[in-house]
């Protein structure tokens, strides 16, 4: 597995300010991947941020919302534009390891936007 | 495209009872298949997965599943429920034929323990 680390870990944000949320790997690795999990549901991807190429994003979600760095091969961040009180959910980082098929995950940052 | 069915949103089990959460999958390729828990206020923690070979895959924490091709299913199972295993379970599965490998998750089974 990996160690990955998350900053912040929590925050309270005023609507319409941006935050930016960061993602540390203690090993190389090329594919990184952005959850999100609503209160009460399930994660739902944001996008995949592999190294050397432009962050792919899922339906429903856009760069201008939620872009993407991903400088290297251990760092990535994730910016959450514009923010409203729906964005109020915990976003996660993962990392594909072994082949990349299996994830392993971050310990989130749980956001909350008044 | 993938999808996953967890039949139950909450389950309660006692303690030292059976833990059984029911995953089915949709997949028109040969699935990846996981589960993932979530204790309160903590991200996800990979309990075991299923990629090729033997059928029945044992995780941590004495949780084991079994891929049934036939019935596209994974269901999660533990003998002896302990006090520790409350949390939210997830299982997910991924393209095995691609190499994206995405993830799509279940809505997840809320686990309690009765003493």
């Known amino acids: 597995s990996a160690v990955i680390s998350q900053k912040p870990s929590r925050d309270i944000c005023q609507r319409g300010t941006s935050l930016t949320i960061q993602c540390q790997v203690d090993?190389?690795?090329?594919?990184m991947f952005w959850y999100r999990q609503q209160p009460g549901q399930s994660l739902t991807l944001i996008a995949t941020a592999n190294q050397g190429s432009e962050a792919t994003y899922e339906s429903g979600f856009v760069i201008d919302k939620f872009p993407i760095s991903r400088p290297n091969l251990t760092f990535s961040t994730l910016t959450v534009s514009n923010m409203s009180p729906e964005d109020s959910s915990i976003y996660l980082c993962?990392?594909?390891?072994?082949?990349?098929?299996?994830?392993?995950f971050g310990p989130g940052t749980r956001l909350l936007v008044l | 495209a993938q999808s996953v069915t967890q039949l139950g949103s909450h389950v309660s089990v006692s303690e030292g009872a059976l833990v059984l959460l029911r995953c089915n999958y949709s997949?028109?390729?040969?699935?990846?298949l996981f589960w993932y828990v979530q204790y309160p206020n903590q991200g996800l923690q990979l309990l075991l997965k299923y990629t090729t070979g033997a059928t029945l895959v044992k995780g941590i924490n004495g949780f084991e599943a079994e891929f049934k091709k036939s019935e596209t299913s994974f269901h999660l199972t533990k003998p002896s429920a302990h006090m520790s295993d409350a949390a939210e379970y997830f299982c997910?599965?991924?393209?095995?034929?691609?190499?994206?490998?995405?993830?799509?998750f279940g809505a997840g089974t809320t686990v309690t323990v009765r003493a």
């Open positions: 993962s990392v594909g390891l072994l082949r990349g098929e299996t994830q392993y």
């Open positions: 997949s028109s390729v040969p699935p990846y």
């Open positions: 997910a599965v991924s393209d095995s034929r691609g190499n994206d490998y995405k993830l799509s």
């Open positions: 090993s190389q690795v090329t594919m």
